[in-house]
């Protein structure tokens, strides 16, 4: 027999297979845009996957890049990092420095051997709700297909 869970919006039960791949995933969400539009998919409702972890940010140009290795380091499968759109940040011009800093971090994660997959940035205003929650589904798809992240997994930090 499968163990049952129950999907808390919608109150249906939902069948997990036994052993399946869940990936663990951390998204760095902007203060003014990127969490307002995870809270605004949550107030009308969207779904978004259960694994999907937000740590809240001030702006998407203080995410410093030690913050993703140390999330994959402590067993994330995937770091999204969200942002206002270019030109709509709150700070002026924060997310041009996130987008020129993701752009070095993301090939020195690709010399280290970490997939392209594993990682991305979106950005995602206040008013989009949705799009948030397509882009968490869309992001957890990919990641899922990679499968488990083993390249800089911390033993010591694995649930036993």
């Known amino acids: 027999m499968q163990p049952k869970t129950v999907d ?3 109150g ?3 069948l997990e297979k036994k052993g399946a791949f869940k990936p663990k995933i951390v998204a760095f969400c902007c203060n003014w845009c990127s969490y307002a539009g995870a809270d605004l998919a ?3 409702r969207l779904e978004y ?3 999907v972890k937000i740590i809240r940010i001030p702006c998407s140009c203080r995410l410093n890049p030690i913050f993703i290795l140390r999330a994959f380091q402590r067993g994330a499968d995937g770091v999204i990092l969200c942002g206002c759109h270019p030109g709509d940040c709150h700070y002026t011009s924060g997310n041009y420095f996130a987008r020129r800093r993701m752009t070095l971090l993301f090939s020195m994660l690709e010399f280290l051997g970490i ?3 594993r990682t991305r940035v979106e950005w995602v205003s206040a008013a989009e709700g949705a799009k948030f929650a397509k882009t968490m589904h869309e992001f957890v798809e990919t990641v899922t ?3 488990e992240n083993k390249r800089l997994e911390d033993l010591r930090c694995k649930a036993k």
């Open 8 to 10: 808390a919006a919608a």
């Open 12 to 14: 249906n039960d939902v």
């Open 42 to 44: 949550g107030s009308n």
């Open 49 to 51: 996957p259960a694994d």
């Open 115 to 117: 997939e392209k997959g």
């Open 145 to 147: 297909a990679l499968g």
